[in-house]
């Protein structure tokens, strides 16, 4: 099977490196050097490129930025290229460039296959590529929702889907609940504001008003008060137009332009420009007749009734009442009541939606229930799964009298749901507490592992806990900071066995202090300081051959040239090329 590498890193002002590369092996990479010299700084660079926390700190003094880059070998189609290519980034022969740059500011940017990108990105990529294991992992893993999300992980889909289930009905009762709660805590306020809508759509409801109806209203009480000047208006305009009967000598509009047609029509025909001038008078004619007819009508028809005006203003009055209050205009104040009504609806039907409301909720709950117990049944057949493939690792790890077990248990709660007759807590993961449980020799209780484990234990429990799970879910490459910390001699030696099995089925890189450790690798890196304290290009190699055991005797014994320690490094490498 073709898995992700990382092949290599270039790190460039990143604390005590001053410009480094580290080239890594497929299989399982050693990373040692004195104390102080950088090794973790290997570790801090690949977290960065994982998307992990910028820090102005790591950038080196005197530089601008610190920069690492990656090489990543991918196989074409994994998740992580799909994803890097949805952002963009491009593909270099099956190999993936990723880079993080950090300023002596504190700003941090991040590039993938050539675009940038958002740092959160590396993060989920990282996901799919690497496990970092370092000793805060390990106080991670004392935490009891680690525990519970190792489990579950090891557990895989028979554990992931009624954890699905279970989410989706957990995430409905939270919403129907705080509905339900926002309901009943605010009656009050909802009762006052179901009165006050009431009052407002009685008050409309009493004065009937007509979309339009206060434009019209308005535009009558405007003709309604000058009604005596526009009757004046209307009728000098039609005297002049069509003549006034008490003035039988007056000149009219109507008459002048008859005079002019006629003067016109006996010479019409000697010139048709003539005639056509003849026959616009004509129409001229009839318009001012029509408009003559319309201003009589109007006159006649014009009401200067002053009891109408009253009316007029009384209405407009009452309209005004509502404008003031729900709207701009009557329009508006329709639009109001529309929506008033729709929520008065609502409100009025709280008692209903209550009722609705609390059956929901109970369903719901008793729903969760039952999930929550087919999650608890999933969980314990997975846990002694887990717990015995563990202690298995650890009888491989120099412990092989300690027992690793679960405890999964919950804790009664009256406001809980009831779970094979009990009423315990419930939360968005279920019911359980979930604790990793170790008992290190016969006759000895089984204690949690914050209690029950040493630092060199909980180093082991950490390494089984990961073996077993690239038995299940592997990632391409497993990275582990100083996970032999506290352990020492046999231990030792067993831990660079399992890591070497391991390194069969991932990339694996470590960075130890222990010779035993480093012999099972199949490719050691030294990092040394210059004389000024720095790393440079020089500072991080490879060691072969003779420069090998000459690092191994120096981690043995302190002493680089000692006899005894060359044949006991010497020892150390052909025991590990044996047992691989």
Known sequence: MVVSVLEEMRIRSLGVIDDAVVELSPGFTAVTGETGAGKT????????????????????????????????????????????????????????????????????????????????????LADDLVAVHGQSDQQGLLKLSRQRQALDRYAGYAVAVPLGKYAEAYKRLRAVTSELEEITTRARE??????????????????????????????????????????????????????????????????????????????????????????????????????????????????????????????????????????????EVLAWAERSAARLTELEGDDERIGELTAERDALRAELGVLAQELSEARAEAAERFAAAVTEELASLAMPHARVSF?????????????????????????????????PHPGAPPRPIAKGASGGELSRVMLAVEVVFAGTDPVPTYLFDE???????????????????????????????????????????????????????????????????RELSRMLAGQEDSETARAHAEELLAAARADA
């Open 41 to 124: 700084m290997v570790v801090t660079s690949l977290g960065l490129l994982l998307g992990g926390r910028a820090d102005a700190a790591l950038v080196r003094i005197g530089a601008r930025n610190a920069v690492v880059e990656g090489r990543i070998a991918v196989p074409e189609g994994s998740p992580a290229v799909v994803r890097a290519e949805e952002a963009g980034a491009e593909l270099d022969e099956g190999t993936l460039l990723v880079s993080r740059t950090v300023s002596a500011e504190g700003r941090s940017r991040a590039h993938l296959g050539g675009r940038s990108v958002p740092v959160g990105l590396l993060a989920e």
């Open 190 to 331: 909802r009762a006052q504001e179901a009165d006050m809508l009431r009052f407002g759509l009685e008050e409309i409801a009493a004065v009937e008003p007509r979309a339009g109806e206060d434009t019209e209203l308005a535009e009558e009480a405007e003709r309604l008060g000058h009604a005596e000047a526009l009757a004046s208006a209307a009728a000098v305009a039609h005297a002049a137009l069509a003549g006034n009967p008490e003035d039988p000598e007056g000149v009219d509009a109507g008459t002048l332009v008859a005079g002019a047609q006629r003067a016109l029509e006996a010479v019409r025909a000697h010139d048709p420009a003539l005639a056509a001038l003849t026959d616009r008078i004509g129409e001229v004619g009839i318009l001012l007749s029509d408009v003559a007819g319309e201003l009589a009508g109007y006159a006649d028809d014009l009401d200067a009734d002053p009891l109408r005006l009253a009316a007029v203003e009384e209405r407009r009055a009452a309209l005004n009442a509502l404008t003031r209050k729900y709207g701009e205009n009557v329009t």
């Open 407 to 439: 405890d999964i248990r919950q804790t009664e709660d009256p406001e809980g749901v009831e779970v094979n007759g009990r009423t315990v807590t419930y939360g968005p993961s279920g019911v359980d507490e979930v604790e990793l449980l170790l008992a």
């Open 483 to 549: 996970v032999d910390a506290g352990v020492g001699g046999k231990a030792a030696v067993e831990i660079g066995r399992r890591l070497a099995r391991l390194a069969k089925k991932a990339q694996v890189v470590v960075v130890t202090h222990l010779p035993q450790v480093a012999a099972f690798a199949d490719r050691q890196l030294l990092v040394e300081k210059t004389d000024d304290g720095s790393v440079t290009r020089s500072g991080v190699k490879v060691l072969e051959g003779e420069d090998r055991v």
